[in-house]
């Protein structure tokens, strides 16, 4: 090389050397904000990444999951809507973290930091729950437990905020709670006391088994149907208003106030996404005699079974200006197994499976959400927030808002669907449901060989699979949290 130029090529080493990101300035910050709230230690992510060596030790594996786009766990399609606590990598964010690493990781100059950035929004804890007894997971690496905790309050109470302090962060996947009125208590009671240790396994929702309109035998509902006056045609149709159901459900000895027997839920927690607190002025009303369903999701992947006693925190209000409440949205045809509407039925063998549904401003599920929150007939329903439900064969699931005028509102479109990356999702800006608009929710499975769970310690062949409870099973739902205009 002529000497001449060596000055020259050293400046412009220096000079992209000083532009390279460093971790101090450029990297820390984005590890702090969206890796590190799982990736430390005793956490549920496998490797900490609290410091510049941590960091330095897992570089391959810290690049591997940027370019998979596999971490940090954002399963959203941001193309479907914005939402708030957003953890997702942004691209400026990639390009960052790809440049650092790209340059041999410099660590820059610790005074170059930026400040601390201000926590979400939190709020005062008016009651502290802990799980009523210690448990070791027993099932791995996924074990599905739910224990019951007496709600304490003796007057009427709202739910503002809730989140969880878990005991064991390293295996607790994610906790959903539910609420549980005085005359469905029992019935949980008597799961809990059937099975041995602290409380009983539940997987994709609180019960046991599955709901009371499930496993029946068709004579008998379409007795309870002709008893109850329901047209067949309304019954075979799915189209039952909240009234029909609740007279059915009599009739069959169940109760109509929770369709498919799922009660409702007043908050969840997964690791990394903050809990702020719930819409400002807005509550999910819980009555005296309740209980709380905690169901747990362990996971043992990377951590030895420990006993873990997690404590559910919540905040409350005597009033609020507007009550809320979870409404989930599904298919009756699916929870009955097609004894009223179409059963989900998802064929052994085929790839690529699909199912959906279509609920007006007059279903059961709004109706109901209305009569709950006291919303007159015509009157919109907000929406604040959305949240998808499948189980191990699911791959994607969306639901939107089909609004009067053609036009379309997405809520949440989850194109990658992981069981062990649930999540709920505040929307940046609430939508709408009004009168005469409709609520789809559509979800895709794959049971084809090359997707099964494993069971018992081998890959499960394929079989035609259907609604239910069971790990073997599959469900299709949509929660959002709704208040009044």
Same mark, same amino acid.
């Given at each position: 090389?002529?000497?001449?130029?060596?000055? *020259? *090529?050293?400046?412009?080493?220096? +000079?992209?050397?000083?532009?390279?990101?460093?971790?101090?300035?450029?990297?820390?910050?984005?590890?702090?904000?969206?890796? +590190?709230?799982?990736?430390?230690?005793?956490?549920? @992510?496998?490797? #900490?990444?609290?410091?510049?060596?941590?960091? %330095?030790?897992? +570089?391959?594996?810290?690049?591997?999951?940027?370019?998979?786009?596999?971490?940090?766990?954002?399963?959203?399609?941001?193309?479907?809507?914005?939402?708030?606590?957003?953890?997702?990598?942004?691209?400026?964010?990639?390009?960052?973290?790809?440049? =650092?690493?790209?340059?041999? *990781?410099?660590?820059?100059?610790?005074?170059?930091?930026?400040?601390?950035?201000?926590?979400?929004?939190?709020?005062?804890?008016?009651?502290?729950?802990?799980?009523?007894?210690?448990?070791?997971?027993?099932?791995?690496?996924?074990?599905?437990? !739910? %224990?019951?905790?007496? =709600?304490?309050?003796?007057?009427?109470?709202?739910?503002?905020?809730?989140?969880?302090?878990?005991?064991?962060?390293?295996?607790?996947?994610?906790?959903?709670?539910?609420?549980?009125?005085?005359?469905?208590?029992?019935?949980?009671?008597?799961?809990?006391?059937?099975?041995? @240790?602290?409380?009983?396994? !539940?997987?994709?929702?609180?019960?046991?088994?599955?709901?009371?309109?499930?496993?029946?035998?068709?004579?008998?509902?379409?007795?309870?149907?002709?008893?109850?006056?329901? #047209?067949?045609?309304?019954?075979?149709?799915?189209?039952?208003?909240?009234?029909?159901?609740?007279?059915?459900?009599?009739?069959?000895?169940?109760?109509?106030?929770?369709?498919?027997?799922?009660?409702?839920?007043?908050?969840?927690?997964?690791?990394?996404?903050?809990? $702020?607190?719930?819409?400002?002025?807005?509550?999910?009303?819980?009555?005296?005699?309740?209980?709380?369903?905690?169901?747990?999701?362990?996971?043992?992947?990377?951590?030895? $079974?420990?006993?873990?006693?997690?404590?559910?925190?919540?905040?409350?209000?005597?009033?609020?200006?507007?009550?809320?409440?979870?409404?989930?949205?599904?298919?009756?045809?699916?929870?009955?197994?097609?004894?009223?509407?179409?059963?989900?039925?998802?064929?052994?063998?085929?790839?690529?499976?699909?199912?959906?549904?279509?609920?007006?401003?007059?279903?059961?599920?709004?109706?109901?959400?209305?009569?709950?929150? @006291?919303?007159?007939?015509?009157?919109?329903?907000?929406?604040?927030?959305?949240?998808?439900?499948?189980?191990?064969?699911? /791959?994607?699931?969306?639901?939107?808002?089909?609004?009067?005028?053609?036009?379309?509102? !997405?809520?949440?479109?989850? #194109?990658?669907?992981?069981?062990?990356?649930?999540?709920?999702? /505040? *929307?940046?800006?609430?939508?709408?449901?009004?009168?005469?608009?409709?609520? =789809?929710?559509?979800?895709?499975?794959?049971?084809?060989?090359?997707?099964?769970?494993?069971?018992?310690?081998?890959?499960?062949?394929?079989?035609?699979?259907? =609604?239910?409870?069971?790990?073997?099973?599959?469900? !299709?739902?949509?929660?959002?949290?709704?208040?009044?205009?």
């Amino acid at each position: 090389m002529d000497r001449r130029f060596a000055p *020259l *090529l050293f400046a412009l080493t220096a +000079a992209c050397a000083a532009e390279a990101p460093t971790y101090y300035a450029d990297a820390q910050p984005i590890l702090e904000a969206k890796c +590190a709230t799982c990736h430390q230690a005793g956490d549920i @992510g496998p490797f #900490p990444l609290t410091t510049y060596d941590e960091v %330095q030790s897992f +570089a391959g594996a810290v690049r591997a999951s940027i370019e998979l786009g596999t971490m940090p766990p954002w399963k959203p399609d941001d193309a479907c809507n914005d939402y708030d606590t957003n953890i997702d990598l942004t691209v400026d964010e990639k390009e960052t973290l790809l440049a =650092w690493l790209d340059a041999d *990781l410099p660590m820059g100059d610790p005074a170059t930091a930026p400040e601390t950035v201000d926590p979400p929004a939190t709020f005062a804890v008016d009651f502290s729950l802990p799980l009523p007894e210690p448990y070791t997971p027993v099932r791995e690496p996924d074990d599905h437990r !739910c %224990q019951l905790i007496e =709600w304490p309050a003796t007057e009427t109470r709202y739910v503002t905020g809730l989140r969880v302090t878990p005991d064991q962060r390293a295996i607790v996947h994610h906790v959903i709670a539910f609420v549980v009125g005085p005359d469905q208590a029992q019935q949980y009671r008597d799961w809990d006391e059937a099975e041995e @240790g602290p409380g009983y396994t !539940c997987y994709g929702g609180p019960t046991a088994g599955g709901g009371p309109l499930a496993d029946l035998d068709p004579a008998e509902v379409l007795a309870a149907a002709q008893a109850a006056g329901i #047209p067949p045609a309304d019954l075979l149709g799915g189209n039952l208003t909240p009234e029909q159901l609740a007279a059915l459900m009599a009739e069959l000895g169940g109760d109509g106030a929770s369709p498919g027997g799922i009660p409702n839920t007043i908050g969840s927690w997964v690791p990394g996404v903050p809990n $702020p607190p719930y819409p400002a002025g807005t509550g999910i009303r819980i009555e005296p005699g309740s209980l709380l369903v905690a169901q747990m999701h362990y996971n043992t992947s990377t951590s030895d $079974p420990v006993a873990d006693q997690s404590v559910i925190e919540v905040a409350t209000a005597l009033t609020v200006e507007r009550e809320a409440m979870n409404m989930q949205v599904l298919d009756l045809g699916w929870i009955t197994n097609g004894l009223v509407g179409e059963p989900m039925t998802i064929p052994a063998g085929v790839p690529e499976v699909s199912h959906s549904t279509t609920v007006s401003y007059d279903s059961i599920f709004v109706a109901r959400a209305r009569q709950t929150l @006291g919303i007159p007939d015509g009157e919109p329903v907000v929406l604040h927030n959305a949240a998808h439900h499948m189980h191990e064969l699911g /791959t994607s699931e969306r639901s939107e808002v089909r609004h009067a005028d053609g036009s379309t509102s !997405c809520l949440l479109d989850i #194109p990658d669907w992981d069981f062990n990356w649930q999540g709920s999702y /505040t *929307l940046a800006e609430p939508v709408i449901l009004g009168p005469d608009d409709e609520l =789809w929710v559509g979800c895709t499975w794959d049971n084809s060989a090359a997707n099964q769970p494993i069971v018992d310690g081998e890959v499960r062949e394929p079989v035609d699979v259907a =609604w239910g409870e069971g790990t073997a099973d599959e469900m !299709c739902l949509a929660g959002f949290y709704a208040t009044s205009l």
